[in-house]
């Protein structure tokens, strides 16, 4: 029984060790590219959540927002909210973000539970920052932000058009709606 013990628990430490890691995926999709001459300045603030596919963790989720913030240590402070309509109350998760290369480059990573990371990609963006496209280390992570509680047609449709491109099936983003 001592050596039994002796091999299954480094095993077991092993496997939760390589499972822990293998949550910590950063990265971009295949085919997606962060966006260059990224001003992480101008992207600081509040931004309004569009269209999500449905995360666990912002499961049953209106009025969702993420405003973004310079930390003293160089790295973004993400503070996430949300109106969680089935159990009638606010939501609340601060999370800490850092750019993967440098801050002109627009892939980041993203942690609510460090020592956990994902990746957090922004792969499209217009030029007065008001509209932005995002997305996880895979398809299974998609955002569509906006400074405004809607998002006019013709961003809508090219970050659509570009999520598609790269694989995504938006016909399971949900919309998110927002109090006028």
């Known amino acids: 029984m001592t050596n039994l013990k002796k091999i299954a628990i480094p095993v077991a430490v092993g496997i939760f060790g390589l499972a822990l890691l293998s949550s910590c995926s950063v990265g971009l999709p295949k085919g997606a590219s962060a966006v260059q001459n990224f001003n992480s300045q101008k992207f600081l603030g509040k931004w309004y959540e569009i269209a999500r596919f449905d995360y666990r963790f912002e499961k049953n989720m209106n009025n969702v927002t993420a405003t973004y913030s310079k930390k003293d240590n160089g790295n973004i402070k993400v503070d996430n909210k949300g109106y969680d309509y089935v159990k009638n109350k606010w939501k609340e998760s601060i999370g800490e973000a850092k750019f993967v290369k440098n801050e002109n480059i627009g892939e980041l990573k993203v942690s609510f539970f460090k020592p956990i990371w994902a990746g ?5 963006i217009d030029e007065d ?7 996880g280390n895979n398809l299974d992570y998609l955002w569509i932000l906006s400074r405004e509680k809607t998002i006019p047609a013709e961003y809508k449709q090219r970050f659509l058009s570009k999520a598609k491109s790269i694989g995504y099936n ?3 983003l949900i919309w998110v709606e927002h109090d006028k």
């Open 120 to 124: 957090y990609n922004v792969i499209d």
């Open 129 to 135: 920052y008001k509209y932005a496209l995002i997305a």
């Open 170 to 172: 938006t016909d399971q």
